[in-house]
C-alpha cells in the first residue's frame, strides 16, 4: 500500500519566529518510525535552516519551494540544488500553479528543474493542474497530460522514483473551493493511466499521487479516503498546528 505524504507548503508566508514555533509544534506531533503518513513542511529559503534546527531529530521532512536548474555560479537571485541539500532539505515542490501562472514557468523551464532536483539527490513534488477555463472547457485531461509529459520529459523510470505528483486544480488553490472527492478521484486516476502507459503499471500503482487545493480539516477524510488519492499539499490550513494536524490525523485514521 502506498503512504500518505501530508506536505505544507508555507508559501511566501511566515516569519523566523513563527516558521520556527510552527516547525516546532509539527516536530512534537509526527511520529517516529510512523509506518503509513510523512509529514513534509517547505517553508520559505530564509528560513529553510531555522526550521531545519527546529526539527531535528523528529520525523518532519524539509522541503523547499522551488530550486534552480543549474549548479552554483552568476545567477543572481537563484538557489541551487545543492544549497537546498546543505540546508537539509529532502524535497523540493516544483511547477506550483503560482510559479506557472504568476510567475510563468513553462513545463520546458520546469522539467530542467525537475531533472536537476533528481539528479542531485532532492525528491521532486510535481505539480500539476488546470484552469477553471480548461475544465469548464473540458479540457482537464490534456492539460494534465501536456504538464505530465512536459515535467517528466527524458526523465527514466529510476529517477521517477523520486517524484510525487501533486494534483492541484487552479481553481481550487486558496479559493475554498475544493475539488469533489470525485473530481479529485477521476482526475488522480487519470494521472494514474498516464503513469502506466508513460512507464509501467507496477510503478504507476507506486507512485504517490497529492491533492491540493483548499485541503482543510473537514474535507481532509473525504479526499483521502479516495483510493488515487495518497496525500494532500496543504497551503493555508499548513500556516497553524490547528488546522494542519487535523490532516494528518485524518491520513493516519485511514491508514490504520
Ligand atoms: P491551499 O493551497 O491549500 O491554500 O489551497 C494549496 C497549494 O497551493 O499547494
Not at 521532486?124 to 482537464?140: S, Y
Not at 523510470?157 to 481550487?172: F, L, N, R, T
Request: with cysteine; glycine share 10%.
Amino acid at each position: 500500500m502506498r503512504k500518505f505524504l501530508v506536505a505544507g507548503n508555507w508559501k511566501m508566508n511566515t516569519n523566523r519566529q513563527s516558521g520556527v514555533a510552527l516547525a516546532a509544534e509539527m516536530a512534537a506531533v509526527a511520529k517516529t518510525g510512523e509506518p503509513g503518513v510523512e509529514v513534509l513542511v517547505c517553508p520559505p529559503y530564509p528560513y529553510l535552516l531555522p526550521v531545519a534546527d527546529a526539527l531535528k531529530g523528529s520525523a518532519v521532512s524539509l522541503g523547499a519551494q522551488d530550486v534552480y536548474f543549474e549548479a552554483p555560479g552568476a545567477f543572481t537571485g537563484a538557489v541551487a540544488v545543492e544549497m537546498l541539500k546543505d540546508c537539509g532539505c529532502q524535497y523540493v515542490i516544483l511547477g506550483h500553479s503560482e510559479r506557472r501562472h504568476v510567475m510563468g514557468e513553462t513545463d520546458e523551464v520546469i522539467n530542467r528543474k525537475v531533472r536537476a532536483a533528481l539528479r542531485g539527490g532532492l525528491k521532486v513534488i510535481l505539480c500539476v493542474g488546470e484552469l477553471l477555463k480548461e475544465r469548464e472547457g473540458g479540457l482537464t485531461e490534456k492539460v494534465l497530460d501536456t504538464q505530465m509529459q512536459g515535467g517528466l520529459a527524458d526523465v527514466s523510470e529510476q529517477d521517477a522514483g523520486q517524484i510525487v505528483i501533486a494534483y492541484e486544480p487552479v481553481w481550487a488553490i486558496g479559493t475554498g473551493v475544493t475539488a469533489t472527492p470525485e473530481q479529485a478521484e477521476s482526475a488522480h486516476e487519470h494521472l494514474r493511466k498516464w503513469l502506466t502507459s508513460r512507464y509501467n503499471a507496477t510503478f504507476s500503482g507506486q507512485m504517490q499521487i497529492l491533492y491540493g487545493g483548499s485541503v482543510k480539516a473537514d474535507n481532509a477524510e473525504s479526499l483521502l479516503g479516495q483510493s488515487n488519492v495518497d496525500g494532500a499539499l496543504v497551503g493555508g490550513a499548513s500556516l497553524k498546528a490547528a488546522s494542519f494536524v487535523p490532516i494528518i490525523e485524518a491520513a493516519r485514521k485511514l491508514w490504520k
